[in-house]
């Protein structure tokens, strides 16, 4: 099936990297994995595309980004892409919501969420791109946030709720994987120092590493 499979010795296995946060190897099926790369194409066009990211000390990210639902920008949310074309964020489609739901059961087993899935933030990391240890804390509630890895894969650190410092540990996201934090694990520091070029499985069609967090903001549903 996929090529990274190929040669494994032990098939991935899920596993509980910390109280709260657990690993799903292969959750997307690889026709599912070419549906969401092909909606994450159409979603990185403007207006509202794959932009930028400016921090404010002056630096860039070097993940490209797009959001769904609420633009999110450092370190807010907003209606409007602020600080790039000023075009209305992109809406947040139904079935991303399900498959939200779908990911917190299979990994914790529960999916009481305070409100619907409402936010996606796609982050596209080409050759060299990283993502620093950050916590996702902009949103006003506390259900899981949900990851999909397509493309290359990559060393995924998850740390601890203290510090961007260790102890954490680091996990190998590969195409179609899941991973979910909530509860206890849900503030947690967490990062991207590393992508392999070139190890995304060849029939997908990507040259680099896309990642789709979902998350609920916990905000009113906005008057259209
Ligand atoms: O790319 C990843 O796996 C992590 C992305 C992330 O942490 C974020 O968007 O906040
Ligand atoms: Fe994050």
Known sequence: MMAVMSGELFPRSRSEVAPGAVHLPDWLPPERQRE?????????????????????????????????????????????????????????????????????????????????????????????????????????????????SLGDACVFRFGNVESRGRPYVDVELRSGDLFVFGGPARLAYHGVPRVEPGSGPPELGLRGRLNITLRVSGRPIPAA
């Open 36 to 148: 969401l790369l092909e909606a994450c194409r159409a979603w990185a066009l403007p207006p509202a595309g794959l932009r930028t990211v400016r921090t404010p000390g002056g630096g860039t990210m070097s993940a490209r980004q797009v959001c769904l639902g609420w633009h999110w920008y450092p370190y807010g949310y907003a209606r409007t892409v602020t600080d790039g074309d000023g075009a209305p964020v992109k809406p947040f489609p139904q079935w991303l919501g399900d498959l939200a739901r779908q990911g917190v059961r299979d990994a914790l087993g529960v999916a009481e969420c305070s409100s619907p899935y409402d936010i996606a933030l796609i982050n596209f990391y080409e050759e060299g791109a990283r993502m620093g240890m950050h916590r996702d804390s902009d949103e006003d509630a506390d259900d899981p946030v949900v990851s999909l």
